[in-house]
Structure formats: C-alpha cells, structure tokens
C-alpha cells in the first residue's frame, strides 16, 4: 500500500491505519508473525494459511488482551477483509479453533482506493461464469447480481465479456497454488466490497458528504473564520487557569462524593429496577415526593445546585423559605429561569410581569438588590429579553441564597427533620416482604378516606392549595408502606422577609401542634395483629380557641374516623393552643421516636376563615405493614403515644383552660389524625411537616423486633434537645413531637395497654 | 485601521492571520504546560481501583428494521425515543420492551432525536436537514401534530432541548450550531466556529448553565456560551473527527469520543487535555460516550461492536460490555444513572444495568 498515491481529499478512517499496521505485523513471519503454512486437511494440502486460534494466541500476546477481547478483534479485521477463512466463502467470522484462514493481498484491503465500481463486479462475475462451474458456480445473489448488471450494463457488455475472457486466459499461466490462492482473495474481496443480502458489511458509512470515501473533509477557510480563530485564541491566553492539581483534585473529590449516588458504582435501595423488575426504587425516587428518602435529603446538602435541582429539594427550600417569610428569593431565581426557558412569545409579558411583582418599587415581593444591579435592570428593561434579570438573578442566586438561606436551611431544624423522617428503603424489604399485594388495595384508598372523613369533622372549609395539587395521591407512592396525601398549604402572600436580617435573633416560639391521633385499620385487615375489636370512636370536631394573645394560635382538633375504619385504637385530643407567632421545628432524638408511623391524616385549618390553610396528609406506613415481629411493638407505641398525646393536650389544656378530648381505642395507630387550626400564618404546612416528620420517622428506625427498646413516655421528654425554640411560657415547648411531653407524670397517667380502651375526658 | 496604520501593518489576509493563529496556539501551549504539575491517574492513586462491575445485558429493543442511529432516554427514566436509518421513529417503554409510538420521518438516516425534558415532546432530524419536534400523546397520530422548527444547510447531525420545551439546540454538517425557539421556529442564536461538521453537542450540566459544548469533524472540541454565541474555550487534542461529547457531571470538564479511537477528557478550568482513554488493542472509532452520574465511569460505544467502560480517573478500562453484532452508534446513561443504554447499527437497543 503507497498512502501517498491516494488523493489526500479522501476521507479514510484512521482505524483502517491502524488494522493495516496489525495486518502487516502478522504477516511477518520472521518476527513473531503468525505462522502461515501449507496446511493439511485430510489429504489435500491448503496452501498458505494459518489458523484460527494460533491468529487469537498472536493476538492476545501481541496486544495483551483477553480471549473474549482478542477474537472480537479478529472477527472484526476478517469482517473488513484483511483475512478470510478459507473454507467458508460465506460467512466472515473467525473461530478459536484449528479452522483455517488466508491472508488478503494488500491490493485487495479496504479502502485502499476508491470502492470498486459495478463494471469491476461485472466483470469478476462474468470471469466465473466462464470457468469451473463446481469450484466458480455463482451463488443464487451473485447471478441476480449479474442479471441486474447485465441488463443496467448492456452497452458495456461486450467490453466486460473481453475483458473477463482476459483475464480467465492470464490466470491460466498460473500455478495451481499460486491460483488457489488468489482466487481465493479475489473472491473474498467481493464478499466483503459485495456482500450477500442481509449481511453486515464493515464498510458502509454514513451516507453524509464528508465521511464518504471522497468526501472533501474541510470547508475552505475565509477570513472571517481566521479572524475569529485569532480572536478566540487571544482570548484563550488572557484566560485564567487553574493548576492542573488544583482542577484534578476537585473532580477526583467531586466524584468520590457522588460516588454513593451513582447507582452502577454504588448498589441502590431496595434495589435496581432493571435488575430486579421491582419499581420501588423509582416510585421512592419519582421527582415530587412526600417524603423523600435520607439519602436524597443527604444530597441537598452537598451543594445548593443539587437542592434546586431536585424538585422535592426545591419544594422543601421553598417551603422553609416561605415560614421564613423569605421565600421571594427564591420564587424570584424560578422565575427568572422559567422565564429563560419561555417560548420567544412570552418573553415580553414574562418580563413585565416579574419586573412587577419582585423589582418594582413597591412590588409585592421586592426583593433586595443592590443599586448598581438595579440600574442594570433597567438598562436591560429597555429591551426586555431572556436574559433580562440574568444580574440580578445571579445577585440574588449567590448572595442570597447560596450564601444566607442555604446555609441556613442546611442547618436548620426543618431540615435536620426531614434528613430524620428520610425513608431509608434498605431497612424496607422486611416491610415489602409482608405483602405487596395488599399495599396496593389498601394504601391506595386510604389516604382519600381520611381526607374526606376529616374535612367535615372541621368545621371549616378547607381550601387544598397548590401543595395539594402537586402531592395529590397520584404521586404517591402506592407501591411502598407509605401512601401519603397532604393537601397542605396554600399560601397567599408573603408578609414580609426576613432573608436579610439575621434570623438568629428573631426569637423562635414554637407553638404546639397538638394531634388528634386516630388510629384505624382503613389500611386493612392485614394491619390487625394486633387489632383491637373496638369500633371507632367517633372524634369531637376542632374547637378552635383564639388566646387572643397572640397572632397565632393552632387549635389542634380531633380528627374523626370513618366509619369504615374497622379495627381502631384511637386517639383522639383535642385542644387549642396558644401560639407565639412563629412555629419552628426544633430536633428531636429519631431514635427515641416511638414507632408507630402510619396513615396519617393530618389537616391544619387556619382560624381566620378568610385563609384557611388546611393541610393533611395520610400516610399508611410500617405500622400497617410491618411484619409480625411489630405484633409486639405496636402497642408500647401507642401507650407511648398515647400518653404523649395525652399529656401534651393536658398542658395546653390546662394553660389555656380549652376543652380537650381524647379518647384512646386499642392499641394499634396505624392512623393518626391531626387537625389543626391555627391563625392565618403560614405555619401550617409546618405543623404538617412536623407531625409527619414524628410520625413517619420510626418507620425506619424503630428496631422492631426489640419492643423493649422503645423508651418509655417519661424517658422521652429529657432527650429532646430543644434549642433556638422558645415558647409561650405557658404552652408546652414540645416541638417536632407533639404527644411529647416534658411532663412524665402526666404522660403515666395515661398509659394504656394494646387492648385496652380509655378516654380522656377534659378536665 | 488608518491608512498609515494599513502599510504599517499589512492588510490581514488568511495567511498573515493563520501564521499568527499559529504562534498564539503555540504560546498557549507553553502557558497550559507551565500548569500541568501532576496526572490524573496520579492524583487518583488513592481511590480504590473498579475490580469488578456487574453490568448485564437487561432488555433487548427490537422493533427497528433498520441501523439505530440515535437515542435518547425520558427524563421519566424508563422511556426511550430511537430513530433509525429508514427514516423511524419508536418511542419505546424501555423497562416493559414495548413500542408506544412509531413515526414514519419522511428522510432516511435520522440521526438525532431528543427528548423533551417536560417528557411529552420529542425532536429528531438528519440527512433532511431540519429538526422536526412531535408532541407525544397517546389518543391520536403524532404526527400530526408535528412541526417543523428549524432547518440547517446541511444534515443535521444531534440535538438537544436545554432544559425547556421551548427551545432547542442543534448542530449540523454546515459546521454551526443553532437555537430555535420551538414555538416560532424563529433562529434565536446561530454558533459558528467549527471548520467542519458538528457532530455532538451537550449542555453543561448546570441548571442554569448557558454553556454547551460541541465536537466537529474538525478535531475540535468547542465550548460556546449560549447567550451570546461566541465560543469561549476550544480544545485540540484528538487525531480525527470528534463524534462524541459530554460534559462531566462536575460541569468542570467534556470527555469526548473520536474516529481516532481515543476518548479523551479535557478539563476547563486547568483548560486542558487531562486523560487519553486508549489502548492498544482499540483501533476502532468511537461513536459515543456518556458518564456514569457521579463521573467516576466513561461508557464509550465503538465501531467495533463493544462498548468500553473506562474508569475515567484512574484512567484504566474496567470491561468490555459485549452483546451488539454491528456498531454501537449512540449511548447513554439512565437520567437517574441506573442503567446504560445502546443502540446498534444491529437494529437493536439494548438496555444495561
């Protein structure tokens, strides 16, 4: 092969380079080639060939490579003709064994020159039909290949047929050997270059301009292209860089950190869907989801890109945000990136209308920019495009977000709970072993139930928001213990923002979100090991008190039970609470956490019945679910709970003199019921938060099969680390936990057993 | 430029100014070099080498009757949209095998196809030049619904909507790139800078990233800023055509896949070259790499027929994912990252994990 005589526009391949050298060392027999031989078949000799599994062995030392790796290289130099089996004229492929194969003459390797032409076919097809039918006879495609030709060449024909008849005489003067051989290759070379129908042929390309054999590679250069060339690369070395440690350190530390994120580095939980065919992993993991599991509650912590990312991360950012009263940061960054993505049509209105609501002096959701990215928002108003707000986003993205609410969300309480109640699905397979079956009835009617049996039992309208919406059941997860459904808050307006005082100083009162718990058996019959025969309780509607005090309050009502829950233990309270402005989630010991976890209902109206901010959620989880082990379990819980519950509306009850119900059936909870109406603050959807923090959480951590672990109500109390929270001096500083009380006695006063049935009358 | 100062200077012609872009690269190369303290196998030492990787063959996608030229999974992470080379296009639900949509286009080799990131709008295109998008919906024919968006010169080569239903991203044989506004149809950006065809494009990965980046027959490897459609960063290296880039989860480097039978990983903030994945015993092209989510894997798909997993610090293959009987044309990894798709001039995709 001379690569000089080829046309330098040619395009080639550089693999065919590449397989030219490999061929060619090979072939060097005085240097560790292949060996080639006449080989021996029975009694006829074939002359220059080598075989199968010598060429892998060559290979595989050459190259230092695998069997499996080695033969797929083989197969693939046969496939583009450098050497074909010498037995089988059909099929290019190469086997590990004592087969025989033959070299191709370099005149005939691919792409030497340009593909030949029909004529060339023409005439190799016509040379065999004039030799020996038994070793020439055309194979039933090449006839129809000549026919076709023969009929698209007719005025050519006679020029084949010379030119065939040529060169049947010149292969006359051969020797047998040496005529074996090449018309081995020649035959070869049409199998690769005219390939059986149906067959793959290594040499097709993609049928576009530039990749063809002739395909002119490079566009002709103009000026312009020199100057921008010019341009970039003066660019490029005013650029500043980084050393190339510096750069390689971070990416090396980036991926150790995603390391365990990486489902085909690290094993997911429960487990791969395309492995094991269960989707519980997607349904855990689907983009908007009740409660999301610990590991991704983790993940946000890694960077503010992986919370915002994430839309359940942006949600709950949101969410605190908004309890923060500084969520128009946030609203304000979506926006802006909603409206980069907008269709040219509505750019105009987009613009206006966010210029409106968080840049206008006097806008409803001002945000606080600086002055100088102000007039450059003006400037750019002129001409309102996609890119607009880009300063002020960015102004806003780093200064007040990533570097005030971020760090602040990170290590608050809020989301120190939801990294708490985060789902942790490898401990889940004992629940899934129970019955997946049953999960799918029962979880999936339940939430519903709930809602609608707690509306009425309110007394107020209750308005399902936005967060309904999103967190409606049909994004639940109805395949997993937890069916949650929260119709939670929809919030109006935003007072007023803290986002760039220092919120550390604003005193935190934590009010009280007291609970109606009922428990019920909606999810089934499956739930009742530990069931009781009781009937439900019916539940004593909401009184919802206003201290007056205060600009908030939270009456917590009973929630009521269905009358289709069939095997209940009920807890039901009902009580008010004064609140402090302000409801702030504070830790508690997961571990400590009682461990019945399960459908929940849980409503907040606000008192102001102008805004009502109701939000529930149901959640059917271990406690229904869990295997029998729980049998044992479920009931300290609930006394736990029970008691907690208790004690924690005596208090309220007794500071503020509201009535309080609550009335205790059975022993197991695998629903609670909260309701709570408070004042038209959006602390709601906290309260929510918090009772499905406390309540979902045990699920995962409560060590089931050790009742005894379960630390008795008294101990509870002293556990919880209670920090930034402050509290009416009357109402009961009890924060994530609201059955939680510091008063132990109290909570002794009503212990219950699994079956037994108590009611707590107010005092 | 004065009079004077033209017979000062002389008149800029390609010549002057490809001697001087000459010089530049040249100076340039010193100035990378002056950082390059240290490799990234080296810095990788303390990892823990990738013993073993139980990556199988999980679903086989039969369906096209033609070469598999493109794919693209649903940001649901079980669909997957196909186009092939007689001109189909099969929206597949890849996790139960079966085919929801097939959209006969009227070209052959369609080479591109993307998926929307709202899932319900599909855009594909090659040899006719255009990128057509289909709204998908299940009660009626999509493709009456179809609309034309854009058209390039010449075949357009990849696609991609950056984050929004509302734009899209495409790069073609007449060397550019381009935005659209899907809506209108109205060119919102155009890319120009490569020499030859674009082959590949990707979007950084940040959310709010306005940067791409694109592989050309050129050799190049560009990285453009959205917004004002001038190319930022440029990186040489590869030996041929660059089929194939994608930027690493970091956001802080491209690994590219090219005819020369490299992949390479060039860092943008060093603004250099950092790994050359290759062996010896590769001599075949590669048509397409993606990462695993965290970066640590390089999954590359070969004219060969195999796709080469590389470890992409320690700079080490892990294994060879062998299964397709023609070329590996396009792959990629899972949105959630849990599994590995390829398609095959076998007419197959296939589904790993």
Request: hydrophobic fraction near 30%; glycine fraction near 4%.
């Amino acid at each position: 092969m001379e690569p000089d005589h080829r046309d330098h526009r040619c395009h080639r391949p550089s693999a065919f380079d590449k397989m030219e050298g490999l061929v060619r060392e090979m072939q060097d027999t005085e240097h560790g080639g292949v060996p080639v031989r006449s080989q021996k078949l029975f009694l006829t000799s074939i002359p220059a060939a080598f075989m199968g599994y010598d060429l892998i062995e060559w290979l595989m030392e050459r190259l230092g490579i695998e069997e499996s790796e080695a033969l797929n290289l083989a197969n693939q130099l046969c496939q583009y003709g450098y050497f074909f089996p010498v037995s089988d004229s059909k099929n290019l492929v190469v086997k590990d064994d004592s087969s025989l194969y033959r070299f191709q003459s370099p005149y005939y390797w691919p792409w030497q020159n340009r593909p030949p032409d029909n004529v060339e076919y023409a005439i190799y097809l016509a040379k065999r039909t004039l030799r020996n039918k038994q070793r020439h006879g055309l194979e039933d495609y090449e006839l129809e290949a000549l026919s076709n030709l023969r009929k698209n060449l007719a005025n050519k024909w006679d020029f084949i047929t010379m030119q065939a008849e040529e060169q049947v005489k010149l292969s006359k003067v051969l020797k047998k050997g040496d005529k074996i051989i090449s018309d081995s290759q020649e035959r070869a070379y049409w199998r690769v270059h005219r390939p059986p129908p149906g067959m793959v042929t290594s040499l097709e390309q993609c049928p576009v301009p530039t990749r063809s054999w002739n395909g002119s590679r490079t566009r002709k250069r103009t000026i312009e292209d020199c100057r921008r060339d010019v341009e970039l690369l003066k660019n490029s070395l005013s650029r500043t860089r980084v050393k190339v440690s510096q750069a390689l350190e971070g990416m090396v530390q980036h991926v150790e950190t995603y390391a365990e994120y990486d489902p085909l580095i690290t094993p997911t939980q429960p487990s791969n869907p395309w492995v094991s065919e269960d989707t519980t992993y997607w349904q855990l993991n689907s983009a908007l989801v009740e409660i999301p599991t610990e590991k991704r509650v983790r993940r946000w912590a890694l960077s503010m890109e992986e919370l915002v990312s994430d839309p359940t991360g942006l949600q709950e950012f949101t969410n605190y945000l908004r309890k923060e009263y500084s969520h128009e940061n946030i609203r304000f960054w979506m926006a802006v990136n909603d409206l980069r993505r907008s269709a040219q049509s509505q750019i105009q209105r987009k613009v206006n209308e966010i210029f409106e609501e968080f840049l206008a002096p006097g806008a409803p959701c001002e945000i606080n920019i600086d002055g100088k990215t102000m007039e450059k928002v003006h400037q750019e108003m002129k001409a309102p495009s996609r890119f607009t707000f880009d300063a002020a986003q960015e102004h806003v993205y780093t200064l007040l977000l990533k570097k005030d609410c971020y760090p602040r969300f990170i290590r608050s309480e809020y989301y120190k709970n939801l990294l708490a109640t985060g789902i942790q699905p490898s401990q889940k397979k004992r629940f899934f072993g129970f019955g997946q079956t049953k999960k799918k009835t029962s979880t999936s009617s339940a939430p519903n139930q709930q809602l609608l049996q707690q509306q009425p039992s309110q007394g107020a309208t209750v308005t399902c928001g936005a967060l309904s919406k999103r967190r409606g059941s049909d994004r639940s997860l109805s395949g997993s213990a937890h069916e949650l459904a929260v119709s939670g808050v929809k919030d109006s307006k935003v007072p007023h923002s803290h986002s760039q005082s220092n919120l550390s100083d604003i005193p935190y009162r934590v009010k009280k979100p007291s609970i109606a718990i009922v428990a019920g058996a909606s999810t089934s019959e499956e739930v009742c090991p530990w069931e009781s025969g009781n009937e439900p309780r019916s539940r004593k509607n909401s009184a919802q008190l206003d201290s007056g005090s205060s600009s908030s309050d939270i009456s917590v009502a009973v929630a009521e039970v269905s009358e289709r829950v069939q095997r209940v233990c009920t807890l039901t309270q009902q009580h008010t609470v004064d609140g402090s402005r302000k409801l702030s989630t504070s830790t508690m010991d997961p571990p400590r956490r009682a461990s019945v976890s399960v459908p929940i209902t849980h409503s907040t109206t606000t008192g102001d019945s102008s805004k009502r901010k109701v939000s529930s959620f149901e959640d059917n989880s271990s406690a229904a679910t869990s295997t029998s082990s729980s049998v044992f379990v479920i009931p300290s819980d609930t006394d736990n709970k029970a008691e907690e519950c208790t004690s924690t509306s005596k208090t309220v009850v007794k500071n503020h003199g509201l009535a309080k119900a609550c009335s205790v059936t059975g022993a197991n909870a695998p629903i609670i019921s909260v309701s709570s109406v408070a004042d038209d603050l959006p602390v709601d959807s906290k309260v929510e938060e918090e009772a499905e923090a406390t309540c979902s959480q045990q699920e995962p951590l409560a060590p089931l099969a050790e009742p005894d672990s379960e630390s008795p109500a008294s101990e509870l109390p002293p556990s919880e680390p209670i920090t930034e929270v402050e509290v009416d001096t009357e109402a009961k500083s009890n924060d994530v936990c609201p059955w939680e009380d510091d008063n132990p006695v109290q909570a002794k006063t009503c212990s219950i057993t699994a079956s037994a049935q108590r009611t707590l009358n107010p005092p | 430029m004065t009079e004077t100062e033209g017979k000062d200077c002389p008149i800029e012609t390609i010549e002057s100014l490809t001697k001087e872009a000459e010089a530049l690269k040249k100076k340039l190369e010193d100035e990378r070099q002056k950082l390059n303290d240290i490799t990234l196998a080296t810095v990788a030492d303390r990892l823990d080498i990738i013993n073993y990787m139980n990556i199988k063959p999980r679903r086989t996608l039969k369906g096209h009757q033609a070469k598999v030229l493109c794919s693209d999974w649903s940001p649901d992470k079980r669909h997957i949209v196909s186009s092939s080379q007689d001109g189909k296009m099969i929206i597949w639900d890849a996790f139960t095998t079966n085919k929801e949509h097939a959209v006969t286009m009227p070209t052959t080799w369609v080479m591109a196809c993307a998926y929307a990131p709202s899932g319900n709008l599909v855009a594909c295109g090659g040899l006719d030049n255009k990128v057509t998008v289909y709204p998908l919906s299940l009660d009626e024919d999509v493709t009456l619904k179809k609309k034309t968006v854009g058209t390039h010169t010449s075949y357009m080569s990849c696609c991609i909507f950056p984050n929004s239903d509302q734009q899209i991203l495409t790069g073609s044989g007449d060397s550019t790139c381009a935005l659209w506004d899907v809506e209108s149809g109205q060119l919102l950006q155009s890319f120009h800078g490569h020499s030859a065809d674009v082959m590949s494009i990707d979007l950084a990965p940040s959310e709010t990233g306005n940067t791409f980046v694109s592989g050309s027959c050129d050799k190049m490897v560009l990285i453009w800023d959205m917004r004002s459609g001038q190319c930022v960063q440029s990186f040489e290296g590869h030996e041929s055509d660059v089929n194939s880039v994608k930027f690493h989860p970091s956001g802080d480097a491209v690994a590219t896949g090219s005819d020369d039978a490299t992949c390479r990983l060039f860092d943008l903030r060093a603004d250099k070259e950092v790994a050359v994945y290759s062996k010896e015993s590769i001599i075949f092209g590669v048509n397409s790499v993606d990462f695993s989510v965290s970066g640590r894997l390089l999954f590359a798909g070969y004219n060969d027929y195999t796709v080469n997993v590389w470890d992409t610090l320690k700079c080490v293959r892990v294994c060879l994912l062998y299964g397709h009987e023609n070329r590996v044309s396009c792959l990629q990894v899972s949105p959630d990252g849990t599994a590995l798709s390829t398609g095959s001039w076998d007419y197959t995709l296939r589904v790993w994990a």
